[in-house]
T-cell receptor, first 117, second 117 residues
Framework: AQKITQTQPGMFVQEKEAVTLDCTYDTSDQSYGLFWYKQPSSGEMIFLIYQGSYDEQNATEGRYSLNFQKARKSANLVISASQLGDSAMYFC??????????????FGTGTQLKVEL | GAVVSQHPSRVICKSGTSVKIECRSLDFQATTMFWYRQFPKQSLMLMATSNEGSKATYEQGVEKDKFLINHASLTLSTLTVTSAHPEDSSFYICSGARQSLSTDTQYFGPGTRLTVL
């Protein structure tokens, strides 16, 4: 069975600083996908970034990067130059299979990020 | 990106009534749709997976006779909460996935907040 662990229930960061949100995972599969989503107070789930288990380079999307350490089974999200609008709940998720958009996601418990002036 | 809509966004109903929530993929064909439930300050819990034209697959502990799911077309799935009770009050989120071979993420709707009085 797959499991995602997010050990930081809440994080604070000052505006313009970088912040790392931790995520570790457990799976016996060789092929899997890792995702990060942002959920603002409005409730919508916003896709941020994706990393496939065979990708050798860390994924980057604008101010978001994923620090993928396969041997440690970690997939930390790094947000650079934090903005007030980054304040939200962040979820790490894993999907069985590299492809397989129809495969289900397993979510972590989330990290509430608050960006301060 | 792909867009998923949900209707209604909020619903308040009396105990014992049934409520139907619609999930539509607006600009893509969702071969698979997922229904999640989220309690305040908690993670998303997958309720069921539905493929167009076939019966939904429910997660363990989810009553299929209480939470009726219909995936009538590649752009529409509905969740009906039958004989709703206060403990069914929650945030319900749907998502759609494009193709089973895709590396795509799931695309989430904005959610429906159900309050049962």
């Amino acid at each position: 069975a797959q499991k995602i662990t997010q050990t930081q229930p809440g994080m604070f960061v000052q505006e313009k600083e970088a912040v790392t949100l931790d995520c570790t995972y457990d799976t016996s599969d060789q092929s899997y996908g890792l995702f990060w989503y942002k959920q603002p107070s409005s409730g919508e789930m916003i896709f941020l970034i994706y990393q496939g288990s065979y990708d050798e380079q860390n994924a980057t999307e604008g101010r978001y990067s994923l620090n993928f350490q396969k041997a440690r089974k970690s997939a930390n999200l790094v947000i650079s130059a934090s903005q007030l609008g980054d304040s939200a709940m962040y979820f790490c998720a894993m999907r069985e299979g590299i492809t397989g958009g129809g495969n289900k996601l397993t979510f972590g418990t989330g990290t509430q990020l608050k960006v301060e002036l | 990106g792909a867009v998923v809509s949900q209707h209604p966004s909020r619903v308040i109903c009396k105990s014992g009534t049934s409520v139907k929530i619609e999930c539509r993929s607006l600009d893509f064909q969702a071969t698979t749709m997922f229904w999640y439930r989220q309690f305040p300050k908690q993670s998303l819990m997958l309720m069921a997976t539905s493929n167009e034209g076939s019966k939904a697959t429910y997660e363990q502990g989810v009553e299929k006779d209480k939470f009726l799911i219909n995936h009538a077309s590649l752009t529409l799935s509905t969740l009906t909460v039958t004989s709703a009770h206060p403990e069914d009050s929650s945030f319900y989120i749907c998502s759609g996935a494009r193709q089973s071979l895709s590396t795509d993420t799931q695309y989430f709707g904005p959610g429906t907040r159900l309050t049962v009085l």
